[in-house]
């Protein structure tokens, strides 16, 4: 299974510990590892907002359906912005 995600205006370290929290391994700068899954994080052109320049990164998790699923959701709720 693979799933992808698009982040915004996220510091990529605070995502390598999300996915460490998540039960993963740093492994290399941006590649953890975790049991049945990996994940790699790319980083993307920045969104123009206005005149402001947001920085976007790619998370890409793979590995077998149970735990895609369970560190999918995991990162959905760590990553989570609330409007207001």
Same mark, same amino acid.
């Given at each position: 299974? !693979?799933?992808? *995600?698009? $982040? !915004?205006?996220? @510091?990529?370290?605070?995502?390598?510990? *999300?996915?460490?929290?998540? /039960? +993963?391994?740093? =492994?290399?700068?941006w590649f953890v590892v975790g049991a049945g899954w #990996?994940?790699?994080? *790319?980083?993307?052109? @920045?969104?123009? &907002? +206005?005149? $402001?320049?947001?920085?976007?990164?790619?998370? &890409? =998790?793979? /590995?077998? &359906?149970?735990? &895609?699923? !369970?560190?999918?959701?995991?990162?959905?709720?760590? #990553?989570?912005? +609330? +409007? /207001?």
């Amino acid at each position: 299974m !693979r799933v992808e *995600y698009e $982040l !915004r205006n996220l @510091p990529r370290v605070r995502v390598i510990e *999300y996915l460490e929290q998540a /039960g +993963g391994q740093q =492994i290399a700068p941006w590649f953890v590892v975790g049991a049945g899954w #990996t994940a790699d994080l *790319y980083e993307l052109e @920045p969104a123009q &907002v +206005g005149s $402001l320049c947001v920085p976007c990164d790619q998370l &890409v =998790i793979e /590995g077998n &359906v149970p735990a &895609v699923e !369970r560190v999918s959701a995991f990162m959905r709720q760590k #990553t989570m912005r +609330g +409007g /207001g």
